[in-house]
């Protein structure tokens, strides 16, 4: 009887690694369009906060709050400024006092498939005490711009958080996979062809002794059932 291969060599552990590798693998290649996405609708959510808050203004006769209001507005949208540009050139600002300069600035208008991937990878590299200024339309008027400066901070924690959870979702596929693929090839793979090679190391031993050797054809008609 030939003893078994070591499991650091054996075909099933061979695949089983290859099997996570190639499940965490193809998890890297949908995490980078998602965490780019998750970025994109979390500036947008900024955006749409921005507008509600600005109304406010718009409900007035003079287009003026008094300064605790502006800071509650502010405080809601968490953002530093927010400004307003309609088609017929009106402006409404929503600041209580003028913001430090932004490091960056994004319009997520003109933001393309790559280039939300490679903004949202700045953004975890970086170490999150920047002030972004984002741009876009009103989420009800897409004549309207509106602008925000936040800060990047609470961005970058968002996105690290979206990121663990991926993270420990792809753990757990790939392992539920892996076993499932290792427990087939064991099945329909790796113990046939233990019988073969045992049926053929017994040949060799004792070609004349039959029943020692002798394997019962089976019903499979794949490659295996044909060896």
């Given at each position: 009887?030939?003893?078994l291969p070591?499991?650091?060599?054996?075909?099933s552990?061979?695949l089983?690694l290859?099997?996570?590798?190639?499940?965490?693998?193809?998890?890297?290649?949908i995490?980078a369009?998602?965490?780019?996405r998750f970025r994109l609708?979390y500036?947008?959510?900024?955006?749409?906060?921005?507008?509600l808050a600005?109304?406010a203004?718009?409900a007035?006769?003079?287009?003026?709050?008094s300064e605790?209001?502006k800071?509650?507005l502010?405080?809601?949208?968490?953002a530093h400024?927010?400004?307003?540009?309609?088609?017929?050139?009106?402006?409404?600002v929503l600041?209580?006092?003028?913001?430090?300069a932004v490091?960056?600035s994004?319009d997520?208008?003109e933001?393309?498939?790559?280039?939300?991937?490679?903004?949202?990878?700045?953004?975890?590299?970086?170490?999150?005490?920047?002030?972004?200024?984002?741009?876009?339309?009103?989420?009800?008027?897409?004549?309207t711009e509106?602008?925000?400066?936040i800060?990047?901070k609470?961005?970058?924690?968002?996105?690290?958080?979206?990121?663990?959870?991926i993270?420990?979702?792809s753990?757990v596929?790939?392992?539920?996979?892996a076993?499932l693929?290792?427990l087939?090839?064991q099945w329909l793979?790796?113990?046939?062809m233990q019988?073969?090679?045992?049926?053929?190391t017994?040949f060799?031993?004792?070609?004349?002794?039959v029943?020692h050797?002798?394997?019962?054809?089976s019903?499979?008609g794949?490659?295996?059932?044909?060896a």
């Open positions: 009887m030939p003893s070591p499991l650091g060599k054996s075909l552990a061979r089983l290859l099997t996570i590798v190639f499940v965490m693998l193809s998890e890297v290649l995490y369009p998602s965490i780019g609708v500036l947008e959510e900024r955006l749409a906060a921005g507008r600005i109304l203004l718009e007035t006769p003079d287009h003026m709050v605790e209001l800071r509650e502010l405080a809601h949208a968490h400024l927010i400004a307003i540009r309609r088609a017929n050139g009106m402006k409404l600041s209580t006092q003028s913001p430090e490091d960056d994004f997520l208008r933001g393309t498939f790559f280039g939300l991937i490679g903004d949202a990878f700045a953004t975890l590299m970086h170490r999150g005490e920047r002030l972004i200024r984002a741009v876009g339309t009103s989420p009800s008027d897409a004549s509106v602008e925000v400066v800060d990047e609470p961005l970058r924690i968002a996105m690290f958080d979206y990121s663990k959870r993270l420990e979702l753990i596929i790939s392992l539920i996979t076993a693929v290792y087939s090839l793979m790796v113990r046939p019988r073969i090679t045992q049926s053929m017994a060799r031993d004792d070609p004349e002794n029943a050797y002798a394997l019962e054809p019903r499979r794949d490659e295996i059932g044909v």
